[in-house]
Nanobody, 123 residues
Framework: QVQLVESGGGLVQAGGSLRLSCAAS????????MGWFRQAPGKERELVAT?????????NYADSVKGRFTISRDDAKNTVYLQMNGLKPEDTAVYYC???????????????WGQGTQVTVSS
């Protein structure tokens, strides 16, 4: 198992950028697919971006964030990132980091979750 701790959330104006980080404990980080998910008030949790279990692995994005968000990982640092550019008010949500297996692009593959970090985008 891994323990996941997100950071980097905050308040930003529309059009701005944020970089979320997720630090993982444990020596098996590199064996996990990693993902970012989000949940807005009154809505279900949704997939934002996922990545295979190796640096440079395939990635998968929600249509709503393609071209604006980038997921990456540094296995040497046991950390996964989400670079968010061109933020919109509709991106406001709690963002969760998760670790999982195959297939990396299915939400159901993710079984270990962080506590989340709030991202608020003002118009």
């Amino acid at each position: 198992q891994v323990q996941l701790v997100e950071s980097g959330g905050g308040l930003v104006q529309a059009g701005g950028s944020l970089r979320l980080s997720c630090a993982a404990s444990g020596r098996t980080f590199s064996s996990y697919a990693m993902g970012w998910f989000r949940q807005a008030p009154g809505k279900e949790r949704e997939l934002v971006a996922t990545m295979q279990n190796w640096n440079g692995g395939s990635t998968n994005y929600a249509d709503s964030v393609k071209g604006r968000f980038t997921i990456s990982r540094d296995d040497a640092k046991n950390t996964v990132y989400l670079q968010m550019n061109g933020l919109k008010p509709e991106d406001t949500a709690v963002y969760y980091c998760a670790a999982g297996g195959r297939p990396y692009f299915y939400t159901s593959s993710y079984t270990q979750w962080g506590q989340g970090t709030q991202v608020t985008v003002s118009s």
